[in-house]
């Protein structure tokens, strides 16, 4: 029956990627306009969670809407369609474990919202 | 009434553009500019959108309008996704990196 | 009103920073990526002085424009490998 509140979860994503936009952005807005720069770039690797071409290009649009942080490559094994594993540059975060950290919380809430029998995993 | 959100969300949108034009002109390399750009062109330009559709609104103009903001959503997002995979295969330098796994991981795999 | 001349102002202050970082980025990929910026700041100008002047299908012209920016954008990407993929 969790079919019955999938557009409610989409909608409830909705607002909370928009909250994340406006947080990032102030973020980012604030280390252009001070003097001197806060940040600290690099690319991680994050293997997703994701089952599905759509999944993972959703994501990946989502991470790049994201103020700071940039989906720079994918790369996915021959063999399965599983195991997408994708590259992703962020500017605030001090280590890479960090980022990966951000972007599970992103991508648990994606899925959970975009897969009509819900859950992340 | 309208009017006066719509105000409100343009100068919203105004903002994110000029966010990313200042991180244009501030920040060191492509793909901290990409990130910046990637994000004023989707959601600054989608806001702008939505505030001129309350300036004017119609049926019309909003089944336009919901064109306009999935579109740009999704190829302003590809499109800085296609630009900093071909700045990175064109050899553009990363600078004050902190930490890259993609050159490890593209280093393991030539080797 | 007011709101549309402020931002008006504001996305143009931003075209002109964008310009100004197309004639002196230093790398071919950051001129790209600026090129790309000026077209978003173009198609939001549109939009804008679209309510400014009153003009009927601004809409109609934005949605063009928006999907003329994703085709220059990878077209801007393919001409930064040379063509190589």
Redesign the interface.
Known sequence: MTWLTWPVRIVAFLLWFAWLVVRTNAVVLRDALTRGQDSTPGIARYDSRCRTDAEITLLSTCITLTPGTLTVGHHTPEESDVGHTIYVHGMYSPDADHLRAELRDIEGRLLSAIRREGGPS | MLEIIGAVIIVLGALVFVTGALALLRFPDAYTHVSAVGTAGGIGLVLIVVGVLLHDFTVSNAVVAVLIVTAQLLTSAVGSMALARSAYLAGSPLRRVTFNELEDDAGARRA | ????V??IV??G???V??V??MVTGP????R???G??LM??V??ML??F??LLDTPS???I??IA??L??LS??A???A???G?R
Do not use: Q
């Not at chain 3, 009103?1 to 549309?4: K, L, N």
């Open positions: 009103m007011i709101g549309v402020i931002g504001l996305v202050l931003a075209g920073s964008t100004y970082r790398t071919d990929a950051e790209a990526i600026a790309d910026m978003f700041c198609i939001a939009a804008l679209g309510v601004a809409l109609e934005v949605l928006a999907l920016a994703f954008t990878i801007l990407a393919r930064l490998t040379r190589r």
